[in-house]
Structures are given as structure tokens and as C-alpha cells.
């Protein structure tokens, strides 16, 4: 895993600042402590910033083609690059080392652009053509690895691996977006292809770029999944779903460095040990994160996997104590990010790096496979709204919705407010405002008049809108899973894993996330995912004699921590000295009072705010970072 960056002219040639590059190559150092290298032109200038996994003395970067006039700067790995590379030397190419890197320039001499469908990996990757004067940037099917871009006043593309690269260019534009705070306090980050930044832009997942002097920067999508071609069948699924995913497993335990894995005692990141533990004859190193509050805690699972399989097994257990890194959190990002979950990963990720170098995760089970719980709820109030026309169901449930109090307090079953609210919206609103980490009247009562005029009315639900309009199914659940691959996989869980692991030089592949892997399973048909009300259904009935019932069946507890009550003691004095702060409260974006009144209700205990006010002092962080 590594870190790249880069700089070309769009509009003459001239001489690249070699010294600049490599100061703000520098701010990834973290994303590659082992190398460094540099190849510069009168076009463009690459960086790189080296983790090494495979061919450790061979795959310094940039790296070429036989004559030196194609170079690649790469993050991530290809995992089928043998196969690639056998290809490619009967077809006359040259190989000079055994680097996954390596393929890539050569599929871009045999293939061009439609090298991309040929790599099973994760990657974000710059090649440039000095024949034809071409710079290549492209982003894995996913988004599992990140690549960002700006051009600046003076006509120089920039792109990196981070943003801090970019921002600590003196030529970006660092001017905030409008829509940036309404899109956060929604989703909990801002989705791509936006950036907290007007003029910073995400590479989408799935997405590339080629560029010329003189050309539009104009990205195309290479990847997309696509609609079923045929069901499988009940027998189908169970008989290839091990073996499906154990070849998404083996490909990625091709390492020549120490590797391992997560394993936080739930279906997916066990699933995922189980199979390695097949694969492999020596003890796999697994590595856990717990707390010390007992209904948060999974370890005691995770520790009946490792004993089952003979891991060699550690854990760690969180308090209120850790959260001293909540300021090293907010730079990990370089923009709000609310996902609280983010501590622990970074925690993980910093104890399984005293073992290992890779470690395999269970990323992805609950989107491929259909295990969260707002899946189902879609589903029954899709049956409702079937049931009643939209002349009916919207005023009464609109008004239902209105009137029923807010209850965080109660049992989960009489918390009926959200769903009379979700009722009343079509398929796609409802879904959003599920999403949200602020629904969407409590995020009017939040902004202030100023910014939401400023707004004219947009919000963030127009992103899910946007992309519901290409869902290859009218299956009412892929269309949500659909949803999810857009924007929740790229925008959080994935950003989340790169982020804390490249800050421990950490490098953490995903097999459940193997696009092959989730062409096949997007067959599965969602009767079989949700059964019984029991999400992941296929999954886990295929699972049956390498997970005990007690694992596969217990409720999914998340990787969350207990904010509510850190808030209404440990972090209490935080809340108040961020949250109300002068940059929070001169920011044009809140309504004083109502940043106050949420506060003094959560301490109180009179409701819970918990997830909100962590996503508030995330960003209280960030527009601390942005004042001169």
C-alpha cells in the first residue's frame, strides 16, 4: 500500500517544481515509510510514496516500460498480476521485476483504457504516456483506495492519495463548498465525486481519467454493477458460496511481508479467519478492539473464533481514556468525517500493525450480502407503501410523524416517529432520511436561516436521487444495496479503513469486497439475503459448519462506541468547550441556541443526541483547522 501524488500542465509545457512535489509527496509519508521516488518532465512530475509488500527489493516507483516512455505511480495491489504477467510476456513483453506494478504499464501497451477490466484488485493508479503526451488516472470498481484532484489558477492538474497533499499546495483553492454542511450532517461525510472544497474533487469509484495538454477534465465510468442476467437458485448459492468466497480469500494472502487479520467476533470478519485458517498451516495472527462498557463489547466472540481456529490471538480494550485521539482522527481526514467507529479501526489497525503488515478484514458482508437492519425495515415499509396510494399515505403518516413524540428512550419497537416520517416519503427520501445522521427537520431547526438560503432548497437526498436513476433493478432491495455501493462503501466504511490503516503504515485487504465476488452475489435473490427476518440468511446458512449458531445468529451489535454516556460525563466538558466554540458559533452555519439546547438535553438525559453531537464536534475539529 502507498501513497502517490502528482502535477501536470495542462496548458504548456514548463518546468515542474520538483522541490514542491516532494515537500507535499512528503505529507503521505505516513501511506509509505519505507521509499520514495520522483520522475519529472516538462509535463508532469510523479510521486510515490512506498509501503512494500511484494517484490520488496524490485518494485521501486515510478516504475516503467522496456524503453522508459510510460511510468505508473500506484496504491493498492493487483491480485491477479501473475496470471497478467504470464499473458503479457507471451504477447512480447518485457518484465524486469516481480511487482504487481509492473503489469499495469505493460496492459496499458497491450490494452490501453481497457486494462482496467482486466485487473482484480484494489487500486488508485497515474500512468503517463510520453508518446502521446496522456496522463491515465483511475480508481478501483469499489473505491477502496483513494485519489483526489484540483486544478489551480495557474493551469497545473494536481492529484494525490489525501487531500493534505493538495491543501498544502500554494495554488489550490481551499474556498469551502456551500452544500458541504448539509451534505455531512446527512450522510456523515460528503459523498463523492465532492469534497469539503469547491475546487477539490474525488475520483469516483469505478472512474477514470485521461488527460492531454489542452483537454476538458471529463471522467468516464469503466465499471458499474449491473443487473442480474439470472437468479440464482437456492441449491446454486449454497453449493459455490464457500468457494466463491475462499478464492477471494487466497488472493489476497499473497504477501511477502507479515499478514493476519481483523477479527471482531461477528459473522463477517470470523467468516474471513475461518477460511485463511484453511489456506494457511501456521497460526494466523488475528487482532481484536473491545470496550470496556460490556454491551459494546464483542471480544469474548472474538476470542471463541480464535480458540475454535488456534489464532494467535490479541486484544485491547477501549475507554473514555482514548479518546485523546480524537484530535489525530480529525487530520486523518482532511475534511469532516462523522463515522465514530473510526477510533476503534484506528485502534485496531495501530495494534495489528506490531505483528503484521496486511491484514485481511470482513469489510463488505453487510452490503454484499444484505445484513443491515435498515434493509429490512425498507422492506416492510416498502409493503406498506404498496398497499396505499400516495394521496393517502402521504397526509396521514406526514401528520403522524408530526405529532408522535420523540422517543429515544423507549424500546426500539415503540420508537415510531422516523418510520411514520419514512412513510410518508417515496422509496429513495425514505431511505435518506433513514441514512441521516441528522434527519432532515432537525437539520433545518440546526442551520440557520443564512445558510439556508444560501442552500435554495437543495439537501443531500438529490445524491441519492442522482444515483437511484442508474440502479440496474427494480428490486426494491438491491436498489437500496445499489445505493450503498455509491455512496455509504466508498464514502464511509471504505474511507475509514484506508485512512486509520495508512496512518499505522497498515495495509487491509477485503475479500468480501472482491468485485467477482459481487457480480456473483448480486444473483443471490433477495429472498434468500432476508428471511425470517434474519438478515444475511444465505450467507450465514452456508456457514453453518464453520461458525457456531451463537456467532452467526446473535444480534449484530456494529463497531460503535458509547457515546451517550461518554457525553454525559468524561466528554461532557468537550462538547462544550467544541461544540460552542466561537468558530462553531460565529460559523453562519448554526443557530446558537439550538447547538446549546442539544446539548443540555443529551447531559440531561431528556434525549439522546449522542450521534449527532459527535458528528457537531468533528466538525467544530475541521473548521477549527480551516481559521487562519
Excluded at 481519467?209 to 440464482?232: H, K, N
Excluded at 470470523?270 to 494466523?284: G, K, T, W, Y
Excluded at 473510526?342 to 454484499?368: H, I, M, Y
Aim: proline share 5%; with cysteine; glycine share 6%.
Amino acid at each position: 500500500m502507498c501513497g502517490i501524488a502528482g502535477i501536470m500542465n495542462l496548458q504548456h509545457a514548463d518546468q515542474i517544481d520538483s522541490r514542491l512535489l516532494q515537500h507535499i509527496n512528503r505529507l503521505q509519508r505516513h501511506r509509505g515509510p519505507d521509499d520514495e521516488g520522483y520522475y519529472f518532465d516538462e509535463w508532469v512530475g510523479l510521486a510515490h510514496r512506498r509501503l512494500s509488500i511484494i517484490d520488496l527489493s524490485g518494485g521501486h516507483q515510478p516504475l516503467f516500460n522496456e524503453d522508459h516512455t510510460i511510468a505508473v505511480v500506484f496504491n493498492g495491489e493487483i491480485y491477479n498480476f501473475n496470471a497478467l504477467a504470464s499473458e503479457l510476456k507471451q504477447l512480447g513483453h518485457q518484465f524486469r521485476t516481480l511487482s504487481d506494478t509492473e503489469v499495469i504499464v505493460h496492459a496499458w501497451e497491450q490494452w490501453g483504457t481497457d486494462c482496467l477490466s482486466r485487473f482484480r484488485g484494489m487500486f488508485a493508479f497515474a500512468l503517463w504516456d510520453k508518446n502521446t503526451h496522456t496522463l491515465f488516472l483511475a480508481r478501483d470498481r469499489l473505491g477502496k483506495k483513494p485519489l483526489f484532484y484540483t486544478v489551480t489558477p495557474k493551469g497545473q492538474l494536481l492529484f494525490a492519495s489525501e487531500m493534505k497533499v493538495l491543501l498544502a499546495h500554494p495554488d489550490t483553492d481551499c474556498t469551502l463548498r456551500t452544500e458541504m454542511a448539509e451534505e455531512y450532517f446527512m450522510f456523515g461525510y460528503i459523498p463523492d465525486p465532492f469534497t469539503a472544497y469547491r475546487n477539490i474533487f474525488k475520483l469516483p469509484a469505478g472512474h477514470a481519467l485521461t488527460l492531454q495538454p489542452g483537454s476538458q477534465i471529463s471522467p468516464f465510468q469503466y465499471w458499474d454493477l449491473a443487473a442480474p442476467a439470472s437468479e440464482l437458485t437456492w441449491h446454486q448459492t449454497q453449493e459455490s458460496l464457500i468457494e466463491q468466497l475462499r478464492e477471494a480469500v487466497r488472493i489476497r494472502m499473497v504477501s511477502d511481508v507479515p499478514l493476519g487479520a481483523f477479527l471482531s467476533g461477528g459473522v463477517d470478519s470470523s467468516a474471513v479467519v475461518a477460511l485463511m485458517s484453511e489456506l494457511q498451516s501456521n497460526p494466523i495472527n488475528t487482532c481484536a478492539i473491545g470496550f470496556n462498557e460490556a454491551r459494546f463489547d464483542e471480544t469474548r466472540y472474538a476470542r471463541q473464533i480464535a480458540d475454535r481456529y488456534r489464532t494467535t490471538h490479541q486484544a485491547q480494550q477501549i475507554s473514555a481514556q482514548d479518546v485523546s485521539l480524537i484530535e489525530v482522527l480529525g487530520r486523518l481526514y482532511d475534511e469532516p468525517f462523522a463515522d465514530d467507529s473510526a477510533l476503534p479501526t484506528f485502534l485496531v489497525c495501530q495494534l495489528a500493525r506490531k505483528r503484521v503488515t496486511v491484514a485481511l478484514s470482513g469489510d463488505g458482508g453487510d452490503e454484499v450480502f444484505a445484513g443491515y437492519r435498515r434493509y429490512r425495515f425498507h422492506l416492510a415499509e416498502q409493503k406498506v407503501r404498496g398497499m396505499l396510494p400516495s394521496s393517502i399515505r402521504q397526509p396521514v403518516f406526514g401528520f403522524l410523524g408530526q405529532v408522535y413524540p420523540k422517543a429515544d428512550w423507549a424500546p426500539q419497537r415503540f420508537r415510531a416517529k422516523t418510520t411514520f416520517q419514512s412513510l410518508a416519503l417515496d422509496a429513495v427520501d425514505a431511505y435518506a432520511n433513514t441514512l441521516s445522521k441528522i434527519r432532515y427537520q432537525d437539520r433545518q431547526s440546526l442551520f440557520s436561516s443564512g445558510y439556508r438560503h444560501k442552500l435554495s432548497g437543495y439537501t443531500g437526498h438529490e445524491i441519492l436521487r442522482q444515483h437511484a436513476l442508474n440502479a440496474p433493478t427494480d428490486d426494491p432491495l438491491k436498489q437500496v444495496q445499489y445505493l450503498d455501493f455509491k455512496t455509504w462503501l466508498p464514502g464511509d466504511i471504505l474511507t475509514k479503513v484506508d485512512r486509520a490503516s495508512m496512518a499505522n503504515s497498515l495495509e487491509v485487504r477485503a475479500p468480501l469486497l472482491d468485485h467477482q465476488l459481487l457480480e456473483w452475489a448480486f444473483r443471490i435473490p433477495s429472498k434468500d439475503n432476508i428471511r425470517k427476518q434474519e438478515g444475511k440468511y444465505s450467507f450465514k446458512k452456508a456457514l453453518e459448519s464453520y461458525l457456531p449458531e451463537d456467532i452467526l445468529y446473535r444480534p449484530k451489535m456494529g463497531f460503535s462506541m458509547p457515546l451517550a454516556h461518554w457525553f454525559r460525563h468524561q466528554l461532557q466538558p468537550m462538547l462544550h468547550e467544541q461544540v460552542l466554540s466561537p468558530v462553531m458559533l460565529d460559523s453562519g452555519f448554526f443557530v446558537p441556541e439550538q447547538l446549546k439546547k442539544m446539548i443540555t438535553e443529551h447531559t440531561s438525559s431528556q434525549r439522546d443526541h449522542g450521534v449527532a453531537l459527535w458528528s457537531l464536534l468533528m466538525f467544530a475539529q475541521f473548521l477549527g483547522r480551516q481559521a487562519p
